[in-house]
């Protein structure tokens, strides 16, 4: 089943609902169509997109979707020395940029570039796509290749739609809900909230570039129901929510993912805005976004609770999706392990594609390995630990930096904090603290908290203080950079 | 009956349409109303729904055969009611869940 698919159904039922700021469904298919007959020609093998966040996206994701091509969107925020490359990965392609963005695009063979005005003026003349064209790949998503060159994630319109009718009902959402998306388009969260929305029938106000203000601002003006954030904005949300007087009136849900959300970040959010229901959604591009979500209810229960197993939810991913299985498995890759135990979360399912372009690497029976450590409580509850990449080896001993940041930050004279794998002759790998200070805050005072709330094992043995934490744009801690830049000490 | 997944379909006795998610493991006949379907852009024969299979189908819901494993989304209400080879389609309940996206 092709992704355009899902809106020929939506548009064929309800034509005049709007879809993504004005335009209609019926309009949003019709510039689709236009978009896939300005774009469709013998030399172009995908469609690629390097701009910021706006209509052009979904017409172009549907678009290349009537024309039977993939749809490839860039991350432009890389240097333009990466960008450039992988532009020239692309070819054949006709790569549509954003006017301001072309100047830093070069000459490559096979790829015709647009500007994204042109383009449009393209499709003002163009007659909708009249044919039909199928292709198996839906979207190419470039990983942010934090070790070597990007790897091209290959989503097929099979995983794609297969997420969107487990998950979705067809036009089930209040006439008023409205839906805000700030993440880019070219991480999974952006494409699969256009297909969501788009079925499930909420309209999408995009902000073309994520500041809290113009966040709080856009909530407000557009009486914004419903939006998904990374934990390093919800924070800054909350800031400029505050500043600005505004208590969100109109929202209703607000989904989180991408990152470990902070405990005192959370219980904040649940403090100041109690009308919202809170959504922590687990996925990975590989599986066509979420694959488990703790919903409102089990938010409230957790926040509530006094008994510790409940209460530890409100750091869980929640529970498997319709259609997915998550297994524990051990390090042989093959026994599954029991409630509680950690081990690496390995997933199945339709929506899991589990597939770079020219790789497969999901096994014969159909299981990823995600490369996130995990368990599972004995309800069913998951819990992510952190890429396995991140796990501190000490002496023998698999150490997760998140349960030590976790404790860390509930420290009232910490903000922000990371813990990192350091080298060491003694130990192999020891543990280091690198630490936003709010106020004073003395490294005795918190190797003691963290001893009497861990065990000595787990107790950092080098700290760093700084005044900020690198982050990417999507909420990733770039550990590696720290790692970088602390190992000399 | 070509029943591949994203192929479009209409009832020949009543309003309904739909779209099979997931196709039959063998060949069949899908049903509505009491007659075969026909494709979205062919022509209804016309006819009356048959009592038996007068349930109606409901758009946004998915209806399945365990049989033959054929699952089916309803696209356009209409009075009619699914089968495959005869036997009635079955409504699958979903639980509703929140947006994550």
Redesign the interface.
Same mark, same amino acid.
């Given at each position: 089943?092709?992704t355009t698919?899902l809106l020929d159904?939506a548009a064929?039922?309800d034509p005049d609902l709007r879809a993504v700021g004005d335009w209609t469904l019926a309009e949003m298919r019709a510039q689709a169509k236009r978009a896939a007959a300005a774009a469709a020609s013998d030399n172009v093998g995908q469609i690629v997109y390097c701009g910021l966040n706006g209509a052009i996206v979904p017409q172009l994701l549907f678009g290349a979707g009537y024309a039977g091509l993939p749809f490839c969107p860039l991350n432009y925020r890389l240097p333009d020395e990466q960008l450039n490359a992988l532009v020239a990965r692309t070819a054949p392609a006709l790569l549509v940029v954003a006017d301001e963005m072309a100047a830093r695009i070069g000459v490559h063979e096979g790829v015709t570039v647009m500007h994204v005005s042109a383009f449009e003026a393209a499709m003002c003349t163009a007659p909708e796509f009249d044919g039909y064209a199928e292709n198996d790949t839906a979207v190419l998503l470039f990983t942010s290749g934090t070790t070597g060159a990007p790897k091209a994630a290959v989503l097929r319109h099979?995983n794609l739609?297969s997420y969107i009718?487990n !998950?979705?009902? %067809?036009?089930?959402a209040e006439a008023d809900e409205t839906?805000l998306v700030s993440v880019p388009n070219y991480h999974i969260?952006g494409i699969?909230?256009i297909l969501?929305s788009v079925y499930?029938g909420?309209r999408i106000v995009y902000l073309s570039a994520f500041s809290p203000e113009d966040w709080v601002r856009t909530v407000d003006v557009e009486r914004v129901t419903?939006a998904?954030l990374v934990p390093t904005m919800l924070d800054r949300v909350l800031d400029a929510a505050a500043n600005a007087g505004s208590s969100l009136p109109s929202l209703r849900?607000l989904?989180y993912?991408g990152g470990r959300m902070p405990e005192p970040v959370i219980a904040r959010a649940m403090t100041a805005l109690p009308h919202v229901?809170f959504?922590n959604?687990y996925?990975l591009t590989e599986t066509s976004? !979420?694959i488990a %979500?703790l919903?409102?209810e089990d938010h409230r229960t957790a926040f509530a609770a006094t008994n510790p197993a409940v209460r530890r939810r409100l750091h869980s991913v929640g529970k498997p999706?319709?259609g997915i299985e998550i297994e524990i498995r051990g390090a042989d890759g093959k026994s599954v392990l029991a409630a509680g135990e950690s081990g690496e979360v390995y997933v199945r399912g339709a929506q899991v594609s589990g597939e770079y372009l020219g790789k497969k690497i999901t096994d014969d029976k159909g299981w990823f390995a995600t490369n996130d450590g995990g368990s599972m409580d004995a309800e069913g509850y998951l819990f992510v630990e952190g890429r396995l990449d991140d796990v501190i080896v000490r002496g023998g001993e698999n150490i997760s930096p998140g349960e030590i940041e976790d404790c860390l930050r509930a420290h009232p004279a910490v903000a922000d904090c990371a813990v990192i794998g350091l080298p060491c002759a003694q130990w192999g790998e020891k543990i280091g603290a690198v630490v936003v200070a709010r106020g004073g805050a003395d490294e005795g005072a918190l190797a003691a908290h963290i001893r009497a709330a861990l065990r000595s094992t787990k107790t950092p043995e080098a700290w760093f203080f700084t005044e900020e934490l690198p982050y990417n744009e999507t909420g990733k801690l770039l550990r590696r950079d720290l790692k970088k830049l602390y190992s000399g000490g | 009956m070509d029943l591949k997944p994203g192929s479009r379909w209409k009832s020949a006795v009543c309003s309904a349409e739909c779209v099979v998610v997931r196709p039959p493991k063998s060949a069949g006949v899908l049903g509505c109303g009491g007659a075969p379907v026909v494709a979205l852009d062919g022509t209804a024969s016309g006819g009356t729904v048959d009592p038996a299979f007068a349930g109606g189908v409901l758009i946004g819901k998915r209806y399945v055969d365990e049989t033959s494993g054929i699952e089916v989304l309803g696209t356009k209400h209409g009075q009619g009611s699914l089968s495959f080879d005869g036997r009635a389609l079955a409504l699958k309940e979903a639980k509703p869940l929140p947006a994550s996206d």
């Open positions: 089943m092709q698919l159904i064929d039922a099979e739609t009718l !998950t979705v009902d %067809l036009l089930a839906a969260a699969s909230a969501s499930g909420r419903h998904m849900a989904s993912g229901g959504v959604a996925g976004s !979420t %979500l919903g409102a999706l319709p | -």
